[in-house]
């Protein structure tokens, strides 16, 4: 298992300078000129060329990548001009807002998804089954930020069940203290319930609109897999078997159709941090995904290339895990891989 | 029953028995305004290099200056706004311009700094030197009122200050009421300066100053917390005593906040938000017609077909105005079309032209008889109101014969495109803080090219007439340079004005006290809840 582990991370090394090297180049190449926008209005040509100097713009590109990996070496990403504080500060405490935004979004869409995939396969042609392709397609065709605003409208505006859409927390709370990062987890743990209670009360929106873009792929996913699986020689045994239709759906079939939902799991986590950033936006989340979208207006380079180079962690790190589930969840290929 | 409020009159009834006790409470939500905003500042230090727009709120309510501009209401009400000529002692008790009009000696007030330190005339002269030579905007701003170098400043005592002026500029003294020359405690910063002579980097993160409010707790693109600073003598001691500014990007959950009632004031809402709040009546909208503000069409005039004055001339006589304020400015603007055939003595001001396809034509056809294809160009933040404007400038130009391309620009990257001043057609809106028509034509029109001079206009007349305007004692000099100048303009349109836009807020109708400032960011100061 460790060894597992060490190959798979040393391989990722190469994935990783190469993360670097292309995000370094990339924000070079795109247009935009970081120090004029920064001058502010009104500002002289003089002005301007004094910002590029003092932000080392005006050397030569292989001199300044020199400087951006030394710099990363030593654990520095470098200073944000739009928000003016070093890029790692800003990621340490946005990510874990990012984080559980979509962990509870996801979380939402497994505990909705799984029974209504499992229930469509099981009874094909059914009510469910056509609630499955209902939700599902209303889920891949609406656009985040479209469901976001409705939810607003809806739960916030015109019902009034919902508190204002201002963030993490009411504006009279103050955030539990950091533990985690995730305000759910380290209001429970100081044991403030008022403070939990709000902020469960702020991310339900949010996570409502990520749990719907993502129940659609999971639904279909546990669908088909499903369908596989009941069609297969070992679960007509298990019935023939007599056994009762629970086992043989749940313990049976079910194990052995997560693989592909686990793979998709996976894939949707990552579109979900994508999604993350219109949510980001109409929810004032205070997360990485709208940090680094402001930044890129602004050809504000740091955050961009600390953005994406946290995001090919996150990546790596996902992807290691799946593997590791796969293992663990059907023991054959835990020991093709070793 | 006994309310905060009534808590408080009785404290002040009877300031023996309550007012300690009053003042050692928590503020309440009575006592707190919820602004939301787009975005929030990068900095502290709106003199450091890069500071965004929202600093100027925070130099605004955390720092003072030596002057003030002196609030005067707002002609169609709803507030107060600033006159620019009259100007207010904040940390000056008393100055008097030597009889020469070379130089201005300034007596402090007894204030001190949230340190508790008392304001010396070191002080001031420190923070004045360190925006002359911080270099970036701060020291821009400070040469636009001929403040440019540290020997200007000189301390006679502890109270006294005395500045010596390079020239005779009458933007000199209003220049020191803008957010830019604000008062540092230096020996604080200094001492944690980290040898930095400007203690730049520790500025741009703590607040060392003397202002009515201070900071509290700084999340950056997150939210600001501003606290009253209870000890601010400098004028009348603000009502609100907690200040919550959260970052809320989508302008659509701002206006939500607003109509629900969840926040009590926001900035920066699209011109069509604005006047469905006012039509639908539930929140205040106050508006102000930004001073020395407008949306203009630059024309370039040294490269692609606008270099033919005829054409610049068909552009004003076909831009849809009406239609332009209706569409994409909801009505919250002035129209800048229509005006008298001799200007007047202001700036913006409606240009003589008016919707006349006719004349269009012919001017077209006798300078471009096949008509010719071309870009305009805009900056992607301003898209709510641009975007309809250059579809509607697209439109009323195409039976012309010329064909628009229609480029939409991210603000970095507009920057670089208008500095390289190539592009035949921009739409841009340019506002001066200081409200003299010749400062925006220096800025704009004028032979220095600066960036802002996106038609790359040059004309040695048009110089000679903007710096005499610019430095002249003489009332009726200045009245007929100007006229002089705007006429020349009018004529020979770099810019076609389009529409002065409307500075709007929204607030909820408990909230008073509303006083706009040329810098365009909230002050808290006068500002009433309930």
Redo the contacts between chains.
Sequence with gaps: MLRILVDRLLTTLPALAGVVVVCFLLTRVL????A??????????Q??E??RK?LGLDRPVPEQFGRYVTELARGDLGQS?????PVLA?LK??LPASAELTLFGLVLALVVALPLGILAAVKQGSLADHLCRIVATAGVSLPVFFTG?LL??LF??VL?WSP????RLD??ASAPPTLTGFYLLDSLAAGEVETFRSALAQIALPGLTLAIFALAPIARITRASMLAVLGADFVRTARAAGLSGRKVVITYAFRNAVLPVVTTLGMVFSFLLGANVLV?????W?GVG??AV?AL???DYAPVQGFVLAMAILYIVLNLLIDLAYGLIDPRVGSAAA | MITRRTAIAAGLAAPLVATGRAGAQAPT?AE?L?L?QE?G???LDMQG????QPVNGVALNCYDRLLRFKPVPIPSGGGNQVSMTELEGELAESWQVAPDGMSCTFKLRDATFHSGRPVTAKDVKWSLDRAVSI???A???MA?GSLEKPEQFVVVDDKTLRIDFLRRDKMTMPNLAVTIPFVIDSELAVKNGGGDPWAKDWL??NVAGSGAYKVESW?????TIYVRNDAWTQGPLPKLRRI?A?????P??RR??M??G??DISYGLPPKDFKDLIDAGRVKVVGVPIPNGVWGLYLNTKTGPFTDVRLRQAVAWAVPYEKILQASLFGRGVDMSGGPETPTVAWPQPFPYRVDPQKAKELVAAAAPGGFTTTLLFD??NATVAEPMSVLIKEALAPLGITVEIQKV????F??EI?KKTNPMVLNR?A?WLDFPDYYLF?TMHGNN???NIASYQNPELDKLVDAARFTDDKAAYDRDVVRFVSLVERELPMVPIAQPTHDVAMQKTIGGYQFQPCREPDFRYLTKG
């Design positions: 247009p935009g000129d970081t004029a926008y920064f001058a502010g209005p009104a500002a002289t040509p002005a301007i004094q910002i003092e001009l739009t928000t003016g504080q800003d405490s946005r605003l607003v409208y916030y505006f009034g204002a859409p201002l963030g504006s009279f980001e936006k109409v929810f004032a205070p709208s940090y402001e207006i602004a050809s | 939500r707190t919820l939301v975005y500042p990068n900095s290099i890069g500071a965004s270099g970036g905007f020291t821009t701003q636009a741009k993160n999340k950056p693109g997150v939210e919550i959260r970052d809320i990007a989508s659509s959950t939500a906040l109509e629900k969840d926040a992607a933040g991210p603000g970095s990257n920057r670089g500095a340019f001066g800025w600066s960036i802002f």
